[in-house]
C-alpha cells in the first residue's frame, strides 16, 4: 500500500504546530476564503467549531469540513438543531432550548467563528468541548470572557457581518500579543 498524505491536519493547541488564534482569519481574510465564499453562494455552515476545521499542511491556512449542517441562507424559519451548541450563537442556541423556529443567518457562522477564535486565544479547546448541552452550562462558560476586551469586540464585530473588520481586530491582537 502506498503512501497517504491527508489532505489536511486537525487543530491542536500544543505540539510541533499549533494553531494560532489569528490563524482563524484564513476562513474570511478575502473573498476566495473559505466561509466567505460559502457565504457568496448563498449557504451558512452551520456548524462552526474546532473539529469542523482544519489545517492546510504547511500552511498557516485554514479549511472548513463537515458541511452536512449547511443550510441556504435564504430558507425560511426553522427549528435548529445543531451538534455542538457551545459554539451556535445565542439566537440560535436560545432557539432550540425553548423549541422555537429562527433563521440561520451568516452573522451566526461569524459568532460561531468569533468563539473558535477565543477559544483557542485563550487555549481552551478542550473546555470548550467538555461544556455538557446544557443552556446554563454554555451561558456560564461564555460569560467567563465578558470581562475580555478583544472577546467582546470581536463579538460585536462578529455581530455586524464585518469580515474585513473582524480579520483587522484579529490581526491587530496578534501584533499585540507579539509586542508583549
Not at 2 to 12: A, E, I, Q, S, V
Not at 61 to 85: F, K, P, Q
Not at 127 to 153: M, T
Request: aromatic share 10%; charged share 20%; proline share 3%.
Amino acid at each position: 500500500m502506498g503512501h497517504f498524505d491527508p489532505k489536511f491536519d486537525r487543530l491542536t493547541t500544543g505540539g510541533a504546530c499549533p494553531v494560532k488564534f489569528y490563524h482563524f482569519c484564513s476562513l474570511i481574510d478575502s473573498e476566495k476564503a473559505p466561509l466567505r465564499v460559502l457565504h457568496s453562494a448563498g449557504y451558512v455552515h452551520c456548524d462552526i467549531r474546532p473539529a469542523n476545521v482544519m489545517r492546510i499542511p504547511g500552511s498557516d491556512r485554514l479549511a472548513l469540513v463537515d458541511l452536512g449542517a449547511a443550510r441556504a441562507a435564504s430558507d425560511a424559519m426553522t427549528c435548529y438543531a445543531h451538534g455542538t451548541l457551545v459554539f451556535a450563537s445565542p439566537k440560535l442556541r436560545g432557539a432550540f432550548f425553548n423549541g422555537t423556529l429562527v433563521q440561520r443567518t451568516i452573522m451566526d457562522d461569524l459568532i460561531s467563528l468569533a468563539y473558535c477564535v477565543i477559544v483557542s486565544m485563550f487555549s481552551m479547546f478542550d473546555a470548550a468541548s467538555q461544556v455538557l448541552h446544557v443552556d446554563s452550562n454554555i451561558d456560564s462558560f461564555w460569560q467567563q470572557f465578558n470581562d475580555r476586551l478583544f472577546a467582546c469586540q470581536l463579538l460585536k464585530i462578529a455581530e455586524s457581518g464585518n469580515y474585513t473588520a473582524m480579520c483587522t481586530l484579529i490581526m491587530d491582537q496578534h501584533a499585540s500579543n507579539e509586542k508583549k
